[in-house]
Nanobody, 120 residues
Framework: QVQLVESGGGLVQAGGSLRLSCTAS????????MAWFRQAPGKEREFVAQ????????TYADAVKGRFSISRNNSRNKVYLQMNGLNPEDTAVYYC?????????????WGQGTQVTVSS
């Protein structure tokens, strides 16, 4: 079974940092594009960051540029999201996603999400 499991979420004060991890299993991780999305209550899901197979190609949403960093370790089947300078607007459930085909808009697999709550 393909499984993506996020970890690292929690409660943090404004201005603080969190590092999210996503561990993948059941897939050829190195051949998948990985991404992070987030969804706040009452809001639509939004793209956060994406990293291609090699880690050379990285894309960020404007809202997180300069604050968040995505990285991956293919030998460990992990993708990370380092979040710095957090503010309450970053509060959301953060999801890890994977897709094998770069031409597809949709991602093939999703994790269950990890809650990030930023207090003022």
């Amino acid at each position: 079974q393909v499984q993506l499991v996020e970890s690292g979420g929690g409660l943090v004060q404004a201005g603080g940092s969190l590092r999210l991890s996503c561990t993948a299993s059941g897939l050829d991780f190195a051949n998948y594009i990985m991404a992070w999305f987030r969804q706040a209550p009452g809001k639509e899901r939004e793209f956060v960051a994406q990293i291609i197979w090699s880690g050379v190609g990285i894309t960020y949403a404007d809202a997180v540029k300069g604050r968040f960093s995505i990285s991956r370790n293919n030998s460990r089947n992990k993708v990370y999201l380092q979040m710095n300078g957090l503010n309450p607007e970053d509060t959301a459930v953060y999801y890890c996603a994977a897709k094998a085909d770069s031409t597809n808009v949709k991602f093939d697999y999703w994790g269950q999400g990890t809650q990030v709550t930023v207090s003022s």
